[in-house]
């Protein structure tokens, strides 16, 4: 069984530029789900995909979006960088689209530094 | 508003040392509460998913118990490679499986 994979695993931006995380979900799970994670603090939601759809959303400003593949492959964008966008981003994949509860499953993360 | 916290910030323990880390709760709708284990650079590994209060569960040297407004992880003589931030988080009622998680408690079990 592949659990969630994730790339790239680190990468450098300057402020103002664009990124593109993507996030490969674990066999068998049809829901995606984003999180922000900066140091020392715990994950915080930033949306979740469900059939290619966007069916929930946390705190975070138009400028955070995402995509989910007919393969329920996700990719997380971000555009204008801020400092304050470097964090861990974490990708997390379970079944069901949210209608019961379950357990997600993480990725090791996309470590992004916006100098 | 839901809200996740967790206690102690941070705890060092001897090889051996039993103690317990907290997570109390507000939320709307319980729907589950969870433990992650996070190492350092790495993604958060679950451990445990609790669903009702007096809820039992059991891995290794860890349990976990739930309660209304809590939750407690304990650990029965620790081992360094127990070393790690251990994270709680809620999910509530609503349309997703969104996950509200505390900061964590960062253990250190000295051999």
């Known amino acids: 069984e592949t659990g969630v994979t994730q790339s790239p695993t680190h990468l450098i931006k300057t402020r103002g530029q664009q990124v593109t995380l993507r996030c490969s979900s674990q066999?068998?799970?049809?829901?995606v789900s984003w999180y922000q994670q900066a140091l020392g603090q715990g994950p915080q939601f930033i949306f979740q995909?469900?059939?290619?759809?966007?069916?929930g959303r946390g705190n975070f400003p138009p400028r955070f979006s995402g995509l989910q593949f007919p393969n329920y492959s996700s990719e997380l964008n971000v555009n204008a960088l801020e400092l304050d966008d470097s964090a861990l981003y974490l990708c997390?994949?379970?079944?069901?689209?949210?209608?019961?509860?379950?357990?997600?499953?993480f990725g090791e993360g996309s470590r992004l530094t916006v100098l | 508003e839901d809200q996740v916290t967790q206690s102690p910030e941070a705890l060092r323990l001897q090889e051996g040392e039993s103690s317990s880390l907290n997570c109390s709760y507000t939320?709307?709708?319980?729907?589950?509460l969870f433990w992650y284990r996070q190492d350092p650079g790495k993604g958060p590994e679950f451990l445990f998913t609790?669903?009702?209060a007096g809820e039992e569960k059991e891995k290794e040297r860890l349990k976990a118990t739930l309660t209304k407004k809590e939750s407690f992880l304990h650990i029965t003589a620790p081992k360094p490679e127990d070393s790690a931030t251990y994270l709680c988080a809620v999910q509530a009622g609503g349309a997703t499986n969104k996950l509200i998680f505390g900061t964590g408690t960062l253990l250190a079990v000295q051999p």
């Open positions: 609790l669903y009702s």
């Open positions: 995909y469900y059939r290619e759809e966007e069916n």
């Open positions: 066999s068998g799970h049809n829901t």
């Open positions: 997390a994949s379970t079944s069901g689209g949210g209608t019961s509860p379950g357990e997600l499953f």
């Open positions: 939320v709307s709708g319980l729907r589950g």
